[in-house]
């Protein structure tokens, strides 16, 4: 396991976001990487680039605390099959790359591991200048789930972890599984 990985792990520790570095079979959206439940599995044999853990870990933190449980390998599709809303897992996208800024420079680490070069759909560059530019994007996000400091705003974070709940119930489908 190299140095980043090694410190991105740590951190996850610290916050309490769940994960298991373990071999990883089957579909995977990142190399390496895939969220079993709620529970982020890592294969630090097949992971490209350690940035690709603070998104992923992204999606487990800034998801409703109610629907962590269903993450679930493709967190959208599952998302859709599992009674959630469109624009919610929209905005905890947007939300989950903020997140993972955030993340990357506590650390104090290069934003070049959560913007490796081509990735976003050639989107990365234009993604981490509107970050390094104070621009927004998904940051609102994380403001009003209580996860940014009120005084300093984003990228300090004064919560890893979503605490704030929007959603009480499971849908009806889920209630009754």
């Known amino acids: 396991m190299d140095q980043d990985t090694r410190i991105i792990c740590n951190f996850l520790s610290d916050i309490n976001l769940p994960y298991a570095l373990c071999p990883v079979k089957g579909e995977m959206f990142l ?3 895939q969220i079993v439940h709620g529970i982020l599995h890592i294969d630090v044999e097949q992971l490209v680039c350690p940035g690709d853990i603070l998104h992923e870990a992204g999606h487990i ?8 449980p269903q993450l679930h390998k493709d967190v959208y599709k599952n ?3 599992n009674g959630r809303e469109k624009q919610a897992m929209d905005g905890e996208e947007m939300a989950a790359t903020a997140w993972s800024v955030a993340a990357v420079w506590h650390l104090g680490l290069s934003i070049d591991l959560v913007f490796p070069e081509d990735s976003y759909r050639g989107m990365s560059q ?3 200048e509107t970050f390094q530019n104070g621009g927004i994007f998904g940051d609102p996000l994380l403001t009003a789930w209580n996860m940014t400091c009120p005084e300093k705003g984003f990228p300090t ?9 929007w959603v009480h119930e499971l849908p009806e489908a889920l209630a009754e599984a």
């Not at 933190?61 to 962590?68: D, K, L």
């Open 61 to 68: 933190a800034v998801c409703e605390p109610i629907f962590r």
């Open 79 to 81: 998302g859709l099959k």
């Open 157 to 165: 974070m004064t919560s890893w972890m979503r605490e704030m709940r």
């Open 126 to 128: 234009s993604l981490k």
């Open 31 to 33: 190399p390496g990487l």
